[in-house]
């Protein structure tokens, strides 16, 4: 993955060379925009000639002066974005929470159009100057612009090979911010955004990676590096041990595969933790349907199924570079689902790790099946306060919410709620479903404890009755990420393809569990 150097700087903005200098403004009605003195006549100028009112993503571009008496800017390009109405309170800051999580959602935007402006001068190095007061404070203002720029500037071309040429745009090099006021806070949101940025950026790489390319062997080979880099522990459950331990979920689906299974696992646990948060995610890496075969037309997006245990592993990379007060595991179950002859059947019956017996009336309905094992077997190895989990698991999720929010189910109005608020703040909103005994009743069987479908109706909430039969009574939330995890509501920040959502809200989620903001 490229690296991307993220700096800051208290020197004067305009004295520093660089390929492109951006100002950020704030529209006002029916006033010049609000916006550095330094571009103010420049403004207020292309204002007056209505060329520029400050809307957001509006762009105002123009070039230093080669000639003059005045001592002009040192960048090459000087470009001012604006970033639309941003409505404040008097002290200057945001009035609600929501309209906090509105104008984060803002300058991630305005990072993601700066990146695309890049792009376009093929830009390697620039540097921003934070938008006048009037918004968020510093730290996080810098956080989110950081954030928009990292993720906009995204791409994937590993395998690029005989059509790449070497006049290819391969991104930003050099991001610096210029701040002479709060320095120190404007570095440590600059250090925050790189860090979530670009584990999101990480989750978006196992994506695209092939089904030939990313297997469960590669997702052991990816924890199993990160622990070195970052002092984890790490474990791998390898299929004998699996068949020991009576994991009949995941062995089943993997039944069908050349491939094994692994159950891949990662554990951050400081001396003085206050609690333990687990998170388990799907790791399907190419998901046929099995003897329940999916459609041909659309087959090869089916190695985006593994985006849950893309989440999980990639927030863990965050976890080890910010090493916070409270433990976390995550626990990826990991393999194909292929129509081998040696594939589950539909009605066959299996055995979970926690002896809960089920009839497979769709071997589609396969990542409930692995997820059941990691659930069980996590909360019973780790005994964790909250565990989330995270999957592409079902299409009723699109019916329901379509590309534009995850789907929330919990036993636990606490943690739905830390959860709803860290997707707000993370510009990955989540919309809760309900789960009662109703919806259980759907599932159950008539040879076997339950099956693992429910029919058409509500089969995202009949998913999560399945999972909810292998967490007990501790607090747990279910996220369906099938509708999020690619084709994601539009953003400059969002590439077509694999979004890495789930990662930057575990992250929040991870930062503020004590704190009781998101309590």
């Known amino acids: 993955m490229k690296t991307t150097r993220v700096t800051t700087t208290d020197k004067p903005a305009d004295s520093v060379e660089t390929d492109l200098l951006v100002y950020l403004a704030t529209q006002i009605n029916n006033k010049a925009p609000q916006c550095d003195k330094a571009v103010m006549?420049?403004?207020?100028?292309?204002?007056?000639?209505?060329?520029?009112?400050?809307?957001?993503?509006?762009?105002?571009?123009?070039?230093?002066?080669?000639?003059g008496g005045e001592k002009q800017p040192a960048a090459k390009r000087i470009l001012v974005l604006g970033l639309g109405k941003i409505e404040t309170t008097s002290k200057a800051e945001p009035k609600t929470k929501n309209d906090e999580a509105t104008v984060c959602d803002t300058l991630r935007e305005a990072g993601g159009h700066i990146a695309k402006a890049c792009e376009k001068i093929k830009a390697r190095?620039?540097?921003?100057?934070?938008?006048?007061?009037?918004?968020?404070?510093?730290?996080?203002?810098?956080?989110?612009?950081?954030?928009g720029v990292l993720l906009g500037d995204y791409r994937f071309a590993k395998y690029k090979q005989v059509t790449r040429k070497k006049t290819d745009y391969t991104g930003i090099t050099a991001v610096k911010f210029?701040?002479?006021?709060?320095?120190?806070?404007?570095?440590?949101?600059?250090?925050?955004?790189?860090?979530?940025?670009?584990?999101?950026?990480?989750?978006?790489?196992?994506?695209?990676?092939?089904?030939?390319?990313?297997?469960?062997?590669?997702?052991?080979?990816?924890?199993?590096?990160?622990?070195?880099?970052?002092?984890?522990?790490?474990?791998?459950?390898?299929?004998?041990?699996?068949?020991?331990?009576g994991m009949g979920g995941i062995l089943a689906v993997n039944q069908g595969s050349a491939i094994p299974p692994r159950m891949v696992i990662l554990e951050y646990q400081p001396e003085k933790k206050t609690e333990t948060l687990l998170l388990v995610g799907k790791g399907v890496t190419f998901d046929s349907g099995g003897i329940s075969l999916k459609p041909g037309a659309g087959m090869e997006e089916m190695k985006y199924d593994m985006c849950g245990g893309a989440a999980v592993l990639a927030a863990m990379q965050a976890v080890g570079e910010e090493k916070p007060k409270i433990g976390v595991?995550?626990?990826?179950?990991?393999?194909?689902?292929?129509?081998?002859?040696?594939?589950?059947?539909p009605g066959d019956i299996i055995h979970h790790y926690n002896k809960v017996t089920a009839e497979i009336v769709n071997t589609d309905a396969e990542g409930r099946m692995i997820l059941a094992d990691a659930l069980?077997?996590?909360i019973k190895t780790y005994t964790p306060d909250g565990v989330v989990d995270v999957a592409t698991l079902t299409g009723a999720v699109i019916i329901g919410l379509g590309h534009h929010f995850s789907g929330l189910i919990s036993n636990n109005d606490s943690l739905a709620r830390s959860l709803e608020a860290a997707g707000k703040l993370?510009?990955?909103?989540?919309?809760?479903?309900?789960?009662?005994?109703?919806?259980?009743?759907?599932?159950?069987?008539?040879?076997?404890?339950?099956?693992?479908?429910?029919?058409?109706?509500?089969?995202?909430?009949?998913?999560?009755?399945?999972?909810?039969?292998?967490v007990?009574?501790?607090?747990?939330?279910?996220?369906?990420?099938?509708?999020?995890?690619?084709?994601?509501?539009?953003?400059?920040?969002?590439?077509?393809?694999?979004?890495?959502?789930?990662?930057?809200?575990?992250?929040?989620?991870?930062?503020?569990?004590?704190?009781?903001?998101?309590k």
Request: proline content about 5%.
């Open 125 to 147: 190095k620039i540097i921003i100057c934070l938008p006048p007061r009037g918004t968020l404070a510093p730290e996080k203002t810098a956080e989110c612009i950081t954030e």
């Open 426 to 470: 993370s510009g990955e909103p989540l919309w809760r479903l309900p789960l009662n005994k109703h919806y259980k009743k759907q599932i159950e069987s008539k040879v076997a404890d339950i099956k693992n479908i429910g029919g058409k109706a509500g089969g995202t909430i009949t998913a999560a009755a399945y999972l909810s039969n292998f």
């Open 178 to 245: 210029a701040s002479n006021t709060a320095v120190k806070s404007v570095r440590k949101g600059v250090a925050q955004g790189r860090i979530s940025a670009l584990a999101a950026c990480a989750a978006r790489d196992m994506a695209h990676e092939p089904g030939n390319g990313w297997t469960s062997a590669e997702f052991a080979a990816f924890a199993k590096a990160l622990a070195k880099t970052h002092g984890l522990t790490y474990r791998c459950i390898e299929k004998k041990e699996m068949e020991k331990l």
């Open 376 to 378: 069980a077997y996590g």
């Open 472 to 518: 007990g009574k501790i607090p747990w939330a279910h996220l369906d990420i099938a509708g999020t995890a690619w084709d994601f509501t539009k953003k400059s920040y969002i590439p077509k393809g694999p979004s890495g959502i789930g990662v930057r809200t575990f992250l929040t989620l991870i930062r503020n569990w004590e704190t009781g903001k998101l």
């Open 41 to 67: 006549a420049q403004v207020k100028k292309a204002f007056e000639l209505g060329d520029f009112k400050g809307k957001e993503g509006e762009q105002l571009f123009y070039y230093p002066a080669v000639t």
């Open 329 to 345: 595991v995550t626990i990826i179950p990991a393999t194909d689902n292929m129509p081998g002859g040696t594939a589950v059947r």
